[in-house]
């Protein structure tokens, strides 16, 4: 639907603008109680074995991706019977909700002044709220990549996939989307008392993310040469180290960004006091530096810029040829 396209322009614009405030509910926290309630509860009920808990974690996605699709659609549809403007106007806060462009941006400048204006220490605590592993030895160069590493993965994570998913089912699927994402990072891990439960998650993550880590990787190549970055070095480090992460997906725009960086990312790193072994990704051409933090800021915004161009093409063409 045209309404749709509209919206996620709209979306778009207001979280470039206002961001994710504090002050204002966010559904994707909403859907994080639920995942937790789900978690406990369902531990109970099946049996505390491996296959049990597997089962419970396929029950767990099936439940928190119908609510998370059906609450928006039916909101969305009863406000399409009073108005349509009403529709457009509910559908374009949604999308906003489910865009995280200036928040990531934001919370990765945070990691950029905390070094930059306190230290080492602060820098560590700035950088642990966005990142998934331990944070506590942590040098300066560490918690740079660390940082740029983020804005990477959620340049797909958080932009361009929500995004997709909008453009092509509205704010119901992209809401969806953002559920199998959240659930990933709530119960995605390799450790216990996750790795059970949450299998069926993190390879629907997987999935779900499949293709849009693939448009990012290109996106971002694309916004590489437009910032007049190594574009050339960024598609030789893609081709070679694309898939040098446990997840399929993850290494895609972090080889991309890594090349056109000319930086070496990734390597070993601890998650919950359990070291896990990774492959480096591109070539230590030159040291991180603090600016490669705003940089990688930077390029996210043109890559999202130009997902928002494309998408928006193929969905007006799709609509006229329909």
């Not at 999308?95 to 990765?108: G, M, N, V, Y």
């Not at 945070?110 to 709220?129: F, I, T």
């Amino acid at each position: 639907m045209l309404i749709s396209l509209v919206a996620v322009v709209i979306g778009f614009g207001i979280d470039l603008v206002l961001g994710d405030p504090r002050s204002i509910p966010h559904p994707v926290v909403l859907i994080g109680k639920l995942i937790d309630f789900l978690d406990k509860t369902l531990r109970r009920v099946f049996p505390k074995t491996a296959g049990g808990e597997n089962l419970a974690g396929l029950v767990l996605w099936v439940i928190v991706c119908v609510v998370s699709f059906g609450v928006p659609w039916a909101i969305l549809k009863l406000a399409g019977l009073v108005s349509p403007w009403l529709r457009l106007v509910i559908e374009s806060i949604m999308c906003w909700q489910i865009l995280a462009t200036k928040s990531l941006r934001t919370e990765s400048m945070k990691v950029c002044d905390a070094l930059k204006y306190e230290g080492l220490e602060a820098g560590r605590k700035a950088v642990a709220m966005i990142v998934g592993r331990d944070t506590e030895s942590l040098d300066e160069p560490g918690v740079i990549k660390a940082t740029i590493e983020t804005v990477a993965e959620n340049s797909s994570d958080g932009v361009v996939a929500p995004m997709l998913y909008a453009m092509i089912g509205g704010a119901p699927l992209g809401m969806l989307y953002k559920a199998v994402n959240t659930m990933d990072s709530m119960l995605g891990y390799v450790e216990e008392p996750y790795k059970n439960i949450g299998l069926v998650p993190a390879k629907m993550d997987d999935v779900f993310n499949f293709v849009p880590a693939r448009l990012s990787a290109f996106l971002m190549l694309a916004a590489g040469w437009f910032m007049r970055l190594d574009v050339k070095n960024g598609w030789e480090i893609f081709k070679r180290d694309r898939y040098k992460h446990a997840s399929p997906n993850s290494a895609q725009t972090e080889s991309c960004l890594a090349g056109l960086f000319q930086v070496r990312l990734a390597g070993d790193a601890w998650y919950h006091g359990v070291l896990h072994k990774k492959e480096f990704i591109g070539d230590d051409l030159r040291p991180v530096v603090l600016d490669d933090i705003p940089l990688a800021c930077n390029l996210m915004y043109v890559m999202a810029g130009l997902a928002l161009l494309v998408f928006g093409v193929v969905k007006v063409a799709v609509l006229v040829a329909m």
